[in-house]
């Protein structure tokens, strides 16, 4: 068997949600040093029983794809759908990603994280008719206040009473999703379908502003897309649960949650 059929075999059998560096593939082959021939036959690579994306390379960030290195997004995207756990940039900051649909993924992230287990994760959605995806009812005021605020960097916290996502409510019987403006984010999250998107940090450590920074809390436990230094901060959180809008957090755009509040009162007057 020729070093490039051993390499594809190899790729093959890695499992969904699960990947592996150009140079932990090269090693299984028998030829560490060799990591560079494996990285040009995933980019050259068109086999579609052959997962490609789940190679990156070796210092963890995903690398190319398709042969393109700008299509990084859409490898991480594919990560992001089976259930791999990846540092990734957001809206508002990195945060360490996985689907929300995968509970062990999730579970895995909360113990990276070192996050409270009874603490529920902002959920980052692309469109608003996702909520449905999560048995989240609108009613007509939450709509009229939605379509003033989204999309954004506002979180919102809606009530969720389905004991199919209890492992993503932790018992509040709530859940947060944000649907944000950023096209950069919105083009994984298409793909990738809704995210956990907890800040890339151990709980009660300052947020990564860079990948660097990541690493030192996640190391090679998960994959990282790179988009350089990211100083901004974290969503404005808002709850829904009630008529009246309650304020958890201050944060990114909440210049725009203050203008539609003062609008409010305004017309109520």
């Given at each position: 068997m020729s070093f490039k059929e051993k390499v594809l075999k190899i790729v093959s059998k890695i499992s969904v949600g699960k990947f592996l560096t150009y140079k932990q593939?090269?090693?299984?082959?028998?030829?560490?040093?060799?990591?560079?021939?494996v990285g040009n036959l995933m980019m050259k690579n068109k086999d579609k029983n052959i997962p490609?994306?789940?190679?990156?390379?070796?210092?963890?960030?995903?690398?190319?794809?398709?042969?393109?290195?700008?299509?990084?997004?859409?490898?991480?995207?594919?990560?992001?759908?089976?259930?791999a756990i990846g540092v990734i940039p957001t809206d508002t900051i990195y945060g360490i990603c996985t689907s929300a649909f995968n509970k062990k993924s999730v579970e895995k992230v909360y113990k990276l994280r070192k996050r409270n287990p009874k603490k529920p994760c902002i959920i980052l959605i692309s469109d608003i008719r996702e909520l449905k995806l999560f048995k989240i009812q609108l009613q007509d005021w939450q709509k009229e206040i939605l379509k003033k605020i989204w999309p954004s960097r506002i979180s919102v916290i809606f009530p969720c009473k389905s004991e199919k996502f209890t492992y993503l409510h932790r018992g509040t019987i709530?859940?947060?999703?944000?649907?944000?403006?950023?096209?950069?984010?919105?083009?994984?999250?298409?793909?990738?379908?809704?995210?956990?998107?907890p800040s890339a940090n151990w709980e009660g450590y300052e947020p990564a502003k860079t990948i660097n920074e990541a690493k030192k809390y996640f190391n090679n436990q998960v994959f990282y897309l790179d988009r350089g230094r990211l100083a901004g901060q974290p969503s404005t959180l808002i709850d829904l649960t009630q008529k009246e809008i309650k304020i958890i957090r201050r944060g990114a755009d909440y210049d725009k949650l203050n203008k539609f509040l003062n609008s409010k009162a305004l017309s109520i007057a």
């Open positions: 593939v090269a090693r299984l082959v028998g030829n560490e040093k060799a990591f560079r021939v490609c994306h789940r190679v990156i390379k070796s210092d963890y960030t995903v690398g190319e794809y398709l042969g393109r290195k700008d299509f990084d997004w859409l490898k991480a995207a594919l990560l992001l759908k089976e259930g709530t859940l947060a999703f944000r649907s944000p403006k950023d096209k950069f984010i919105l083009k994984i999250l298409k793909i990738s379908g809704p995210l956990i998107a």
